[in-house]
């Protein structure tokens, strides 16, 4: 799709005029060549305009930029205040009625701001692009270069460059305090800090970066931003996260975590913020298999900064980094016990796996959950690099140091030579989950990883992404994500999902219907909205009742394959007030490559009963009354399990297409063929043994 077709379908209309001016920019480039010669007169014209829409965009942003701020100081205020008043009214036991509905009201206000931030980093993320599209249509065209020139002009009005991740952490507070009704929270903000292992269900996602504001503006309505140290100012810095990857020349490690063999392990060393930190996490992941019975789990331990080279020599010893621990220790002996046992493991795998600084990971990370209520937790990393840290190649990157020091957390990394750097172009959703075994997951994530704002890439590693990509030359075996690189991940955006503004224009209503149909707006009714019971999905909105029988086959594929009737249709409107409410939501198709190993699992099962019914032909034809029985037995088990294979086809298409949770494996339908296989062997062996 052209882009001046996408600016004018996706602009804010009341917003027109503020704009880049694409349409006429590229009338000034058709006046150049091929028809007619490019003269200073038509550069000096074509640049005049391109400033004058520079300008114009910068000023505008600023100038929204400050009303955003403005409002939500404003409404700080204002929630501050009722939140004193409620404390105030629940001490003396007043009847506090008509403070929810001041929260409501609130709730109201945030969501319009919201809806502000969401359409002003998608005005920056539109100018940005239509700036650079032209440019480089500019110099291609006329063959004068103007790249280098406006480059150093938009660095100087750098409107693309304006973070609003502040102005989100601020609203997060806030949204926080209306949830909960101005009560303080139970837990502790910097429990995540503090956690030595993690036991969780991980699934990670790619968003592309058109997608970012929204998306965090639709989870901080049911999380707020986690903030490890919640009195302090919020800064920039706060949401880098450096890791520094360990392998050795075999690249033993990236071949363990990309086979997922059981046991592998992952080796990092680990800071927040600057390069100033002085505390290192070391951290070792190791997966394990289902079949283990155990979950993949990450454990670390912290170090001094000025230990880790010695650590990493073995001159630092287990018993000096635990040494003052044990003397200050106050009752937590085991988990003083298992860290040390944790170092002196990892010390001994780096020192007899001669593992060294492989690959660096530096992302800006904003994190969603309730404090010290690791049930759900939910993680965005924007500005993801992979940095080379070895020094192969005769290049001295981190020399004999465990990380290389002429880099910080400066992103872009500008000083870099592109072959030390890969600037991944997504960001990284991860969702975890905590749930009992049966538990589904909460509706609104369920809603969410299945919107048109994610790309499901299932076992996403950066450090396996970093390898791949930086040392292509050195590995044999790549991720099976690789190509998925070169898909345009975007997809077209759903009306019924997504920041909106709120729409108050119906006025008989009561204040619960306006709430609940304003499009794309949430207003929980109270704290436990993060469990998301408040909304159901379409697909349990219609009937579900099961058939049993032939029949019930025989209709699977028309239910996987046809379209749902216009009866059903009408009736789910009919049943939310005649109209296509917030309540109705349509999941989004499931990833093909489901239903091509759902397809491979059938073409597997369908080669194995084949292979027995040409043995049982051959049988027929070609053997005396014994292999005729043989040949009847032989017949019977792959006929049936033909029509099973195609039954389990079918079925596990319908839960792919439903998205159904849970365990897709065949338990049954194995040890069933094998055993029935081993019957019809014997059988028979035991005619012809009595027949001779």
Known sequence: MRFGHTLKTSLNIEWTSYYLDYDKLKFLLKQGPPHN?????????????????????????????????????????QVDKICNRVYTEESNKDDNSSEVDEFVTCEIELSKIMADIHDLAKFTR????????????????????L????????????????????????ISGLYDKIRTRGKERVGDSAAGGKQAAFVRNTTKYWVHMDNITELKLIILKHLPVLVFN??????????AITSIYFDNDDFELYMGRLDKTEGAEAIRMRWYGGMDVNTIFVERKTHHEDWTGEKSVKARFPIKEKYVNAFLKGEYTVEELFAKKRRQQNGDSQGLEDMTQLAQEVQYTILTKKLHPLLRTFYNRTAFQLPGDARVRISLDTELSLIREDNEDGVQRSGDNWRRMDIGIDYPFNQLPESDICRFPYAILEVKLQTHVGQEPPQWITELVNSHLVESVPKFSKFIHGCATLLEDKINILPFWLPQMDVDIR?????????????????NQSDDESMTNMRGIDIPDDED????????????????KSRGGLKSLLDLPKKILGKKPADSASNEVAENGGSSSRGVIYVTSPSAKA???????????????????????GL?????????????VFTGVSTVFMVYALYSYYQRADRIKRKDEGDYSDKYGPLVLTSLIIIAVLVNFYIRTKDT
């Open 491 to 507: 997809k077209p955006e759903r009306d019924d999902y997504g920041v909106r503004r709120p729409d108050l224009t119906v006025n």
């Open 230 to 239: 919640p009195n302090k100012e919020f800064e920039p810095q706060d949401c």
């Open 126 to 145: 539109l100018n940005y692009t239509g700036f650079i599209k032209i440019i480089k249509k500019h110099d291609k065209v006329t063959n004068w270069p």
């Open 529 to 544: 909205t993060v469990h998301g019971n408040d909304i159901e999905a379409a697909s349990n909105n219609g009937s579900n």
């Open 620 to 632: 027929l034809n070609f053997s005396d009354s014994v292999g005729t029985v043989s040949a009847i």
């Open 147 to 170: 790249k280098p020139m406006f480059s150093a002009r938009m660095n100087a009005k750098p409107f693309h460059k304006e973070n609003y991740d502040a102005l989100i952490v601020h």
């Open 37 to 77: 010669e490019w003269t200073e007169e038509k550069e000096s014209k074509f640049v005049e305009k391109l400033e004058k829409d520079l300008d114009k965009v910068y000023n505008f942003q600023k100038v929204k930029l400050r009303e955003i701020e403005e409002k939500i100081r404003e409404e700080t205020l």
């Open 595 to 617: 239903f091509f190993a759902n397809e491979r699992t059938f073409l597997s099962w369908l080669s194995c009963t084949g292979l027995i019914g040409a043995l049982a032909v």
